[in-house]
DNA sequence: AAAATAAAAGATAAAAAACTCTTTTATTAT
DNA sequence: ATAATAAAAGAGTTTTTTATCTTTTATTTT
């Protein structure tokens, strides 16, 4: 087990790398986007046309075209990617699974779970699409592999 | 998506629920067990069957048989059912699937990811498969649905 | 020894996640 | 208008996870 499912990962390295290969406003193809990040082409793919639908990330069609990001999806939490794929269970929801745990009715790890989770939450939200461009840039950072 | 396998929730459930009911030292059946922490009793019979050869539990076959723990297992902590059930990816491994990152070829969150990685890790550390048994004795917490 | 009990083991089935391939649609450039 | 390009959409397949059912083995009680 993982944090986060296949999908979820392969959505935030897609992100990261359309948003460091778009500064200058031009667009980056689902191919080149698939080899940046060691992804399965066809199955990245489908996840950018969801995040497309979703308005996460933009696309053209035609020549020239392909996935790119404006100022404003630049600027979007890393929540709402994590939320658009995986949903909210890692937020919200019983560590144990529990459907019924609640503050009044818990389950023994209740309040253990509440401080990681509210971890996990508050790194998303303080985290945006575009503050990892810099370090991608400079080679600091890296999403093969 | 949530932080543990469907399988590792049924697991931990499953040994408080066993540490719960055998403090006086007798055994519960699988049956009493899966009713008790609404789980798959079949499903949940493989887990236990696994965690018994892994030493977390015990297990006596026959009449008056089922599962129970001794002082030792009682003591250990929960990351190792986490361990034996999910691996410990959720402690080391990249938070975004990257098999070569690392410190010195770090993905974007491997600092953010440090930090969540190692709060977990120190949870299921330091908390113990018998330390949540007074609570539910007293019912304040439950393990049911 | 025989019957009853309960876990262990084996074999299968269903559902979800991960992945692949093909066809269609929209856009651009000639 | 036509050809070329690239994403969108559709229709699978494979693998993993979750779950069920049946048979076997070990243990206890009568």
Chains 1, 2 share one sequence.
Not at 37 to 53: N, T, W, Y
Not at 122 to 138: A, R
């Amino acid at each position: 087990m993982s944090i986060f499912s296949k999908t979820c990962e392969y959505a935030i390295r897609a992100v990261f790398f359309i948003a460091h290969r778009t500064e200058s406003g031009d667009r980056v193809g689902i191919k080149e986007i698939a080899t940046g990040i060691s992804s399965p082409e066809h199955f990245l793919a489908k996840i950018l046309q969801d995040l497309s639908r979703r308005g996460i990330v933009k696309s053209a069609k035609g020549p020239n075209g392909g996935f790119y990001m404006d100022e404003q999806t630049l600027r979007r939490p890393l929540v709402d990617v994590v939320e658009a794929v995986d949903g909210n269970g890692l937020f919200v929801g019983c560590g144990l699974g529990l459907v019924s745990c609640s503050e009044k009715k818990p389950c023994p790890l209740h309040a253990e779970f509440a401080v990681i989770r509210k971890n996990i939450h508050q790194m998303l939200v303080k985290t945006s699409i575009g503050d990892f461009t810099e370090d991608l840039n400079l080679g600091i950072t890296n999403l093969k592999k």
